[in-house]
């Protein structure tokens, strides 16, 4: 965490910053290892200082790094802690992460003659190259990801409902040390698989119908993301290629991820092998994008997406057919990006039937 912030600060000179202000929770455990403070100033010259109120103050001081806890008073407003350091010092220009609108109003008010800068793009950077011990926390919570796949393929039986398979799974994952889930999961059955975000309802699973399952754990405050289609019995011929298209699109995708290659060129080799099968029009979202502390983060694989993968990247490798009124597919995993290769994380059973 020590190197993040000082890799943070190297880029100051850049920007032309003084200080950076983090309020977002994501970015404050990833540069001081908490997530219960109330905001971190993180200045170009001198302390790093979290401001925490009471109520988390021993949490936060026991869990953070290389900052200062600063306690605050209840009715405290840690911008005004911050602006008092600013005006002290009179800085001329501030990043800042995620400043809500009264925040910020604030700050403008109360700053007159300091420069206030919306530099989110300047954490997302750092954040998209996993360090080794990011990788090893995604790579444990994949772990735990294939486990609650398999608890699905166990549990998925005709009339069962699909959120007691979403329990099953949920609760496969707790119980090996998860920390919790990643996103609220999704099983969703015969015409349902067709929403591309269909959670879980009471309806009871079918026999002969596609079921899409999509779910992540969570491990030391790092996220994968699986999806998986099944289907009990035998599929029928039009189900069984729409399935395959989606394999091999998706097998596309990942035979091109690999450090130098544009996101949006990853997306395009998924996208023209279900586009030539006739189906494009169905595949109604990106390729994938990062995965993290967050579940979407940076970078997206997207026909828009510019960005250049890089060593150390984690990203979704999940293309997808969606036909209203009829059934869909998704297949997904959690993919870490190599200088000339990419490796799943995520390895749950990928067949079909089940």
């Known amino acids: 965490m020590k190197n993040r912030i000082n890799t943070l600060k190297d880029s100051f000179a850049r920007k032309e910053l003084d200080g950076y202000i983090v309020t977002d929770n994501s970015n404050m455990l990833y540069f001081a290892g908490t997530i219960c403070a109330a905001g971190l100033w993180i200045p170009l010259e001198g302390e790093n200082t979290l401001y925490s109120y009471g109520v988390n103050y021993e949490s936060v001081k026991s869990t953070a790094k290389y900052c200062r806890v600063e306690l605050m008073k209840r009715n405290e407003d840690p911008i005004k802690k911050i602006v008092e350091q600013i005006k002290a010092l009179e800085l001329k220009s501030i990043g800042f992460d995620a400043l809500n609108t009264v925040y910020y109003m604030k700050m403008r008010k ?74 609220d999961t999704q099983v969703a059955s015969g015409p349902r698989s067709a929403f591309p975000h269909g959670g879980c309802t009471d309806r009871k699973i079918r026999k002969g119908e596609l079921i899409v399952i999509d779910l992540g754990a969570r491990y030391n ?68 994008h990062g995965v993290g502390l967050d579940i979407h983060e940076a970078p997206s694989l997207n026909p828009e997406g510019k960005e ?9 490798d999940e293309p997808g057919i969606y036909i209203v009124g009829y059934s869909g597919v998704r297949i997904e995993d959690t993919v870490r990006v190599h200088k000339d290769k990419a490796e799943r994380l995520t390895k749950a059973d990928c067949e079909l039937v089940v």
């Open 308 to 316: 250049i993968l890089k060593v150390g990247n984690v990203v979704t």
């Open 110 to 183: 109360a700053l007159k003659e300091t420069r206030l800068r919306p530099l989110s793009k300047l954490v997302q950077e750092l954040r998209k190259m996993k360090d080794p011990t990011e990788v090893d926390a995604i790579e444990k919570a994949a772990e735990l990801t294939d486990a609650g796949v398999q608890a699905a393929i166990d549990a998925i039986k005709p009339d069962i409902r699909e959120y007691e398979v979403a329990a099953e799974m949920e609760y496969a994952m707790r119980k090996l040390g998860s920390d919790g889930v990643a996103f």
């Open 221 to 288: 405050s790092y996220n994968a993301d699986v999806s998986r289609t099944f289907i009990i019995g035998k599929p029928s011929p039009r189900q069984k290629r729409i399935y395959d298209v989606v394999f091999e699109a998706q097998q596309n995708a990942f035979e091109n991820m690999k450090a130098g290659i544009k996101a949006c060129d990853v997306d395009a080799a998924a996208r023209k092998t279900i586009e030539e099968a006739g189906f494009g029009k169905y595949f109604v979202h990106g390729l994938g």
